[in-house]
């Protein structure tokens, strides 16, 4: 699946983002700022990126402290089918990286297909869009390990996955390994994979357009309280 480029793309991109701002405000007000995804469990762990230079995206790289929101979409209750999402937050420089994966597929079609599930484990995450790297358009993704347990909202859980990059529509190569089992149940974190895009990898102009005006509904509409990755608790680029 190419990523599509050129300014119809983006503009379209950007009346539909618009269209889902509009939804994603009053929701953003009746839920503090979470349009989707309140409910939801921050913990403290280590992240590590970078174990196959030779994988798409493999400038990517990265090995310390992370912040990681685990979360079910609608907020339903456990036990209830729901997409899981696992927000990552590393900082480089000072300055934060947020990376978005949600309960999907990894076929050449379902990777971009949001899928379901009764617990955050019950199969493999992904980014959804595609970053643009040196390598072309890129997804991320993560599969569970074992060693995962609990659910949002729990304070028994821990986050435990390998990480994977795959070009649009080719193989997964794994990338680095997420554990997370620290929880951090003050922690009211807002993660913004637009501003605050993994560098160096950049936001294609379509997908900042469509996912723009929905974040900064929230940012409006709810507390903004900036969690450091190290326990201290910008802008995008397009092409």
Known sequence: MPAPAGPPAVRAARAAGLAL????????????????????????????????????????????????????????PPGVP???????????????????LSGTGTGR???????????????TLGSLM??????GPVLLGAAPVAGARGDAGGTDVRVDLVLLSARAGGPWHRVGRLVAEDVDPGADVRFDPV???????????????????????????GPLRPTRADRAPGEYSTG
């Open 82 to 100: 729901d997409v899981h999402g696992v927000a990552v937050r590393w900082e480089v420089d000072g300055r934060p990286q947020d990376l978005l």
């Open 109 to 123: 079609l379902t990777r971009f297909v949001l899928a379901p599930r009764l617990t955050p484990w019950g199969g």
């Open 21 to 76: 701002g509009a939804l994603f405000g009053p929701l953003a007000t009746l839920r503090r700022g979470r349009p989707l995804h309140p409910r939801g469990t921050v913990l403290r762990g280590t992240l590590r990126l970078g174990d196959d230079p030779d994988a798409p995206g493999g400038e990517l790289r990265y090995a310390g402290p992370a912040v990681v929101r685990l979360s079910r979409s609608v907020g339903l």
């Open 130 to 135: 595609p970053f643009r790297t040196a390598d």
């Open 195 to 221: 501003l605050h895009v993994p560098a160096p990898y950049r936001t294609y102009g379509w997908a900042a357009a469509l996912r723009l005006p929905s974040y900064a509904a929230a940012r409006r509409r």
